[in-house]
């Protein structure tokens, strides 16, 4: 009878094997997408990031619009118009004109590096990249290739981490 019995559970084995070894393949294969799309969403940032630098724009200003909740802004109303001169903020004005100079606060000088400037953006997003937070999408302008919609959730939490970034009203200063 033992003979017998190994046969009966030799197809269980099988199927068990078999089991396992599909659900390792589909790891595998889930791993595999997530590198590949973080491969797609690095070239993408450096893509555009040769479509600003070939413009050589150096004087601009746009508007900005951070997350109410993260931000020491987030009192503010929004959105912020930036004046931006060779990579230097030139003003930050907030959406009823009251002007922000970055030395009414030293936690502002976070902001000004990172969401003040086009490469500040760029520099933002490819650090969030480096992160590899569960979820980011960014959009870029199509004309000049700056980042014009940042959103991330940099943690797998259903609830309120996540944030948005949105740069609107882009103008080329002479």
């Known amino acids: 009878m033992q003979p017998n019995q190994k046969k009966s559970n030799s197809p269980l084995k099988l199927i068990s094997g078999l089991v396992i070894a599909v659900m390792a393949i589909s790891i595998i294969m889930i ?3 997530q ?15 040769v479509k600003w630098a070939n413009q050589q724009i150096t004087h601009y200003r746009m508007s900005v619009d951070l997350p109410y909740e993260t931000t020491y802004y987030g009192q503010l109303p929004m959105p912020l118009t930036v004046e931006v001169n060779d ?16 030395e009414e606060n030293n936690d502002s000088a976070y902001y000004y590096r990172y969401f003040f400037t086009v490469p500040g ?23 000049f290739g700056f980042p014009s919609s940042i959103f991330i959730d940099p943690y797998t939490e259903p609830c309120c981490q996540d944030f948005k970034i949105g740069i609107e009203d882009f103008q080329v200063l002479p």
């Open 31 to 33: 791993y595999v997408g």
């Open 35 to 49: 590198m590949l799309q973080q491969f797609r969403n690095v070239g993408e940032l450096e893509q555009n990031q």
């Open 87 to 102: 990579n230097t903020v030139v003003s930050v004005t907030d959406a009823q004109g009251k002007i922000i100079s970055v």
């Open 121 to 143: 953006l760029f520099s933002y997003v490819h650090q969030y990249y480096l992160k590899k937070p569960p979820s980011v999408e960014i959009t870029y302008d199509s004309a």
